[in-house]
C-alpha cells in the first residue's frame, strides 16, 4: 500500500498483536517465520551514495513543538550522537545490507531537504488519489524539484481525515510518473492522535479492544512520536521496496517490508502487547530506545535484518 500508483500500505501492526494476544498465542520476537520468504524480487532500490532526500509536505496544522520533533527525527540520521548507545543512524545501519542486482545497497543516510505548509487548501477530508495530486503539483510547479531517488512525504494534521487512514493502515508509500520518464516515490502518514492513538502511536496509547496494560510515556508526545515510529516504517519499506519490486514478503500489492515483517516489536523479549525492554528516561519517564539530535530520545520499530535473519531493535 496498479496502473500508474502503486500502493504499499503500512497495516495496523497493533491489530495483528491484539488479535494473537487475545488467541493466548505467544510469538517469538524473532518472527522466524519471515527468514524463508523475505527475499528480493529483482526491482530498484533507493541506492544514492549521497543520501535520500525527503520533500515534507505539511498539509493542516502543526503545533512548532511537533514540528521541530520530526524534523529533529531527520536530523538524526545525519547525527553520530556523542554519547555511547543506540541512535537513529545506527538503526538505519541495518538497511545496509539491502542491496540491489548490481551489489549497491540501500543509501546509507536520510535527509530532510525541503518542507513546505499546506492550510487545508483541499479540506479536511482527503482521498489517497489527492495526495498524489499534491506532490504532482509542487513537482510540476517546481517548488520541489524532480528527483526520481528522493521520497515525497505528506504529513497531516490530526484533525484531517485521509482514506483508509486507521481502518487498515497507519500510513502507506507508493510511486507515480511525472511527465513521461520519471517515476518518483511519496508516502504519507497521519497525526493519529485524534482518530486513532491506540493503533498507530501504540505503546504511547491502547488500543480501544484489546489485553489490559499500561501505556508507555512518549518522550515527544503521543501524536509526534506515533507519527515517527510509522515514518520511520515507511522510510524502511519505501527505501528497499520502491516500486514493489524490491525486498518484502508475500502479496507484492500487500507486503511485509523491512519494518512491517516485524510487526510491534521495539526491543529484545517483545511479544504480542508487549514492545520488548526499552530505555527509560530516569526524569520524565518516557520510554525510548534510540537518541538523536537536539537530544531528543525516539522509538524506532524493528527492521529485518538480511544478515542474522532476524528482527532486529536497537535495544
Not at 487545508?120 to 489527492?130: F, I, V
Not at 504529513?155 to 507508493?174: P, Y
Not at 528516561?281 to 520510554?287: H, L, V
Request: hydrophobic share 40%.
Amino acid at each position: 500500500m496498479t496502473k500508474i500508483l502503486f500502493f504499499t500500505s503500512l497495516l495496523l501492526p497493533h491489530i495483528f498483536i491484539v488479535a494473537l494476544a487475545s488467541q493466548g498465542q505467544p510469538q517469538p520476537s524473532s518472527l522466524a517465520v519471515a527468514s524463508t520468504t523475505f527475499q528480493y524480487h529483482g526491482g530498484p532500490l533507493l541506492t544514492t551514495p549521497k543520501g535520500i532526500n525527503i520533500y515534507l509536505i505539511w498539509y493542516g496544522g502543526f503545533s512548532q513543538e511537533d514540528r521541530n520533533s520530526i524534523t529533529d527525527f531527520f536530523a538524526s540520521f545525519a547525527d553520530s550522537g556523542r554519547r555511547q548507545g543506540p541512535s537513529v543512524s545506527t538503526w538505519w545501519r541495518t538497511i545496509s545490507a539491502y542491496k540491489d542486482k548490481a551489489g549497491k545497497p540501500v543509501s546509507s543516510t536520510v535527509r530532510l531537504v525541503k518542507q513546505v505548509g499546506d492550510v487545508y487548501s483541499s479540506g479536511k477530508t482527503l482521498k489517497r488519489a489527492q495526495i498524489a495530486n499534491f506532490v504532482k503539483s509542487k513537482i510540476d510547479n517546481k517548488i520541489f524539484p524532480l528527483d526520481s531517488s528522493g521520497i515525497y512525504l505528506v504529513l497531516t494534521a490530526k484533525d484531517v481525515t485521509v482514506e483508509r487512514f486507521c481502518m487498515g493502515s497507519c500510513g502507506f508509500h507508493e510511486s507515480i510518473m511525472v511527465g513521461a520518464m520519471a517515476r518518483v516515490v511519496y508516502a504519507h502518514v497521519g497525526d493519529p492522535t485524534v482518530e486513532c492513538p491506540g493503533l498507530c502511536a501504540w505503546p504511547y496509547a491502547l488500543p480501544a479492544y484489546g489485553p489490559p496494560g499500561q501505556a508507555l510515556l512518549a518522550p515527544n508526545g503521543v501524536g509526534a512520536d506515533g507519527m515517527i515510529i510509522n515514518i520511520a516504517t515507511l522510510l524502511a519499506g519505501a527505501a528497499s521496496n520502491p516500486f514493489k519490486s524490491g525486498y518484502f514478503q508475500g502479496d507484492a500489492l500487500a507486503p511485509l517490508e523491512a519494518v512491517t515483517a516485524c510487526p510491534g516489536i521495539f526491543g529484545a523479549g517483545a511479544y504480542p502487547g508487549y514492545p520488548g525492554t526499552l530505555l527509560v528516561d530516569k526524569m520524565s519517564k518516557a520510554s525510548y530506545n534510540a537518541y538523536g539530535a537536539s537530544g531528543r530520545k525516539f522509538l524506532l520499530p524493528a527492521m529485518w535484518d538480511l544478515i542474522s535473519l532476524n528482527c532486529k531493535s536497537t535495544t
